[in-house]
């Protein structure tokens, strides 16, 4: 028996009105007559006596809605209460951070536990040849990302920075001295790559086989953290590319970073998966877009 055939039968003996009882559910009267035969082929019997003057109840209808008005209260209260809990932004949100938790990721945290300071909010690190396993295996609530994401079941927010790249080589590598270099130049640097389940859009945002113009860049290795591969640039094993923010925080004095012009922006955003959003993932990308705004009343 459906819940909104019932919903249905309490109005329409409430109402005694199949257009009012309509305009209640948001229905049209067609569809009320609908449930209501629906549900009178269910029971075997006349619930309502309908003339084109009036409705009323039979004795079959009232002895039903009697045995019925105390489980269906019960229903719709429980019905209502989970609507409100899925509203709340409340219990623990676990978010997922790329290598380092620069101002995007702990200023969108800020922001987000000032507005909601009811729910808290766990960091957990992602690696970046494996960007959405665990967003999809329910380990993450939500994910810091790199933008654009083409994954079918995942959702995106809005992009909140956009910074460029720069090559991080040992001090002991020809390059370590100047003070940038072209995309084009990283024909003639092998590159560290990842080593991962990463889908190949990400694996070449993160290390491109290509410059742009279609010069082939050598590998030099792979590595599944940002930690490896800076293990690997120190001992002069090869060049590896990252966003500004995180080579400013991972500056060292056996690493050079050196900025490179031409290549396509780094652009952070968040990710989760569709099917299990919640009133508290869409606080927290609000937060965070308002954030990276420097609006406050976003998030207010």
Known sequence: MEFRELECFVVLSEELHFARTAERLYLSPGRVSQLISALETRIGGRLFQRTSRRVRLTPLGERFLTDL??????LADAVSRARAAAREV??????????????????????????????????????????FSKLRAGQ?????????????????????????????VS???????????????????????????????WLERMTPSATPSGRPIPRAGAVATSQEGLIQ????????????????HHRRPDVAFVPVTGLHPSIMGLAWVKAAETAAIRAFDEAAVGHALGVESLVA
């Open 171 to 201: 001090t002991r590598h020809p390059l370590a001295g100047r003070a940038g270099i072209a995309a084009e130049e990283l024909s003639d640097v092998p590159l560290i790559s990842l080593d991962g389940p990463a889908p190949r859009a």
């Open 233 to 248: 640039v120190a001992l002069n094993r090869g060049g590896m590319l990252f966003c500004t923010p995180t080579a400013a």
């Open 140 to 168: 993450v609530d939500i994910a810091f990302t790199l933008l654009p994401v083409d994954e079918p079941d995942l959702a995106t927010g809005e992009g909140l920075n956009e910074v460029s790249y720069q090559l991080g």
């Open 90 to 131: 409340t219990g623990v949100l676990r978010v997922g951070f790329l290598s380092t938790p620069t101002d995007v990721v702990t200023g969108s945290v800020r922001a987000f536990e000032r507005r909601y300071p009811g729910c808290d909010v766990e960091l957990v690190e992602i690696p970046l040849s494996d960007p």
């Open 69 to 74: 008005r105390p489980a269906y209260d019960g």
